[in-house]
C-alpha cells in the first residue's frame, strides 16, 4: 500500500505547537521574580527560550523520523529511535550547557536528566503521533480503495440492467412496426423516421445512467409519438408544465413505464387510456387509469429491473401505489 507522508509544512506547524506548550513551565518560571535571584531574570529568560527553540527542533526531527520509519519492524523502530535519541540528547546537552551554566544554583546532575527525560517525552509523542498518523491514512486509502471497489461494481450492474432495457424496447418497437406495415405506408415512413430518432437518443444516452428529467420527457414525448402513431385516440398524456426539469432519473426510466401502461391495459377510442406525468416531492410520477387489466405473461421484469437501477443510483426503491381508479409509479429524483 502507498505510504503517504505529512508536509514538511504540517510537521514544522506541530512542532512549533508542541514545542511552545511543552516549553510553557520554563517561561512562565522566568517570569516570576520570586523564582530567581537578583540579575538573573534575562538569563532565566534566556535558559526557557532556549528550552522551547530545542523541544521545537526535537519534535520536528522525531516526527520527521517516525514518519519514514513508519513501515519497519518494531525492533528496527526502537533501535533507530533510541540511536536517534541519545544523539540528539547529547547535541542538546552541548548546545543548552553554556546557558544552562550561567544560571546559579542549577547542578549539573539535574541538567542532563532534565534534558534526557524531556526529551524522552518528546520522542514517545511524535512516535505516537506518527503512527496514529500512519493508521488513519492507511484506514483512509482503505476506504478509497472500496468505493472504489463499490463504483466499478455499481457502473457494472447499472449497465448490465441497461442492457436488459434496450431489447425490450426493440422488440416491442418491431412488433408495433410490424402491424403499421400492413395498414398505411406512409405512416410506415413517418414511424421508421421517428423510431430513429428514438434510437438515436438511445444510443446518445448509453453512457449515461441518469438524466435530467428534461431528457426524459423530450425523449419521451418522441416516444409518445410513436405510440400515438399505433394507437392513435386510445389513450391521453398529460406531461404537467411544472415539472422539476434539473432533477436527475435513472435514464429510460419513462419509456418502460409507459410501456407497462399499454402492456397491462385495455383500452378504446370511446374508453382511452389516461396517463399523467409530473414531478412530486424528489419524484418523478407517472399515473395512468385502470382500465380492465390485461391478462398478460409479463414476468415484471421491467419494474424489477428499474427498481434495482433507482436503489444503485439514488438509493432508494421505486413507489408504487394503486387504487380503484389509477396505478402510480414514483421514481426517486437525485
Known sequence: MKQLILSKRYILLYALIAGFLMALTPLSLAFLPSHHGPNNESIQLLDASFVMILNIA??????????????KTVSKKIAINVGAYLLLCVAAIVIHRPVWGMLER???GFFIRDEFVRNLIIFSISTLVANSFHSFQQ?????????????????????SLKQQINPHFFFNSLNTLSGLAQEDTQKTLEFIEKLSQVFRYVLEIQEKNVV???????????????????FEEKFSIEILPDLDENSMVPSLCTQLLLEN???HNSMSSSNPLKIKIKTDNGYLVICNSIIQMNQTSGNGIGLKNLNERSKLLTGKPIV????????TVKVPTI
Do not use: H
Open 139 to 159: 484506514n483512509q486509502q482503505m476506504k478509497n480503495k472500496i468505493l472504489e471497489i463499490q463504483r466499478e461494481s455499481l457502473a457494472g450492474q447499472i449497465e
Open 320 to 327: 408504487i401505489t394503486t387504487d380503484n381508479e389509477c396505478f
Open 58 to 71: 526535537m519534535f520536528y526531527i522525531s516526527l520527521w523520523l517516525n514518519l519514514r520509519i513508519v513501515e
Open 261 to 263: 401502461c399499454f402492456k
Open 106 to 108: 542549577m547542578p549539573i
Open 212 to 230: 435530467s428529467v428534461a431528457e426524459e420527457m423530450n425523449f419521451a414525448r418522441a416516444y409518445i409519438y410513436l405510440l400515438k402513431v399505433r
